[in-house]
């Protein structure tokens, strides 16, 4: 069988996720892809260009966090479709394992994100407001905590949100290093699972 105009012959028919399941991984990969960039730039930002750009910076990881809950609420509902059996056992196991630890991550990373800014002791002279409209609570809890204990929990969170970071660019290659074997040595279309196509959806 062919596949997205590949003259690759591949295996076995390909088994689709649904449009849901893709639209939400392809908008998940971008904002992730975007927001990665902005906060290197946001790191390294002079006083001048830093506040545009860790905004829309915490607009977009919280947007993230919410779709990446209802990717987890979907795929609680949904079972994916099955890899083709022609893989073997070690392999089938690494895909899911790696695709759980990119849920966990996907997760970790925006909320390590917020509760950094939540122990940000200058947070109330910078209200979070979602995209500029949409006013966002920071984290209770941590509001309340004395300066001290605040400079303290905004160190380890921020900490935190940087190596969980370069947890995901780990996963994320894994998981690319994983499509382009399947479709280079298997000649199993892995992509065309996630991408809208004539065969049928599983
Ligand atoms: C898709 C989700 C997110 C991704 C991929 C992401 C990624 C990153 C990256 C790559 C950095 C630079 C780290 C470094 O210096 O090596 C960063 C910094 C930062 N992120 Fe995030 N982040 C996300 C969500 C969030 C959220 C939800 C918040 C807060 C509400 C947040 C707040 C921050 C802050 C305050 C910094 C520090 C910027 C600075 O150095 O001044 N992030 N993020």
């Known amino acids: 069988m062919m596949s997205l105009g590949n003259a690759l012959p591949y295996a076995e028919p390909v ?85 759980y630890a990119l849920y966990a991550v996907m997760l970790a990373l925006p909320l390590s994100g917020y509760l950094h800014d939540s122990a940000w002791n200058a947070a109330a002279a910078h209200p979070l407001v979602l995209f500029g409209v949409l006013p966002f609570p920071r984290m209770p809890i941590i509001k309340s905590f004395d300066p001290v204990t605040k400079e303290h929990l905004h160190a380890l969170f921020g900490a935190a949100h940087v190596y969980i970071g370069y947890a995901l660019y780990a996963l994320v290659g894994l998981h690319l290093l994983g499509v382009a074997k399947h479709h280079a040595v298997d000649h199993e279309s892995e992509i065309s699972r996630m991408l809208p196509g004539a065969e049928p959806r599983a």
């Open 15 to 99: 088994r689709r996720y649904n449009r849901t399941a893709m639209a939400l991984h392809w908008i998940v990969a971008a904002l992730i892809l975007v927001n990665i960039v902005n906060g290197l730039q946001a790191a390294s930002a002079d006083d001048a260009h830093i506040r545009p750009l860790i905004d829309m910076h915490k607009s977009i990881g919280l947007t993230v966090l919410g779709l990446v809950l209802l990717r987890i609420l979907w795929r609680i509902g949904h079972a994916p479709p099955p890899l083709p059996r022609s893989y073997p056992r070690v392999e089938k196991l690494a895909a899911h394992g790696a695709h």
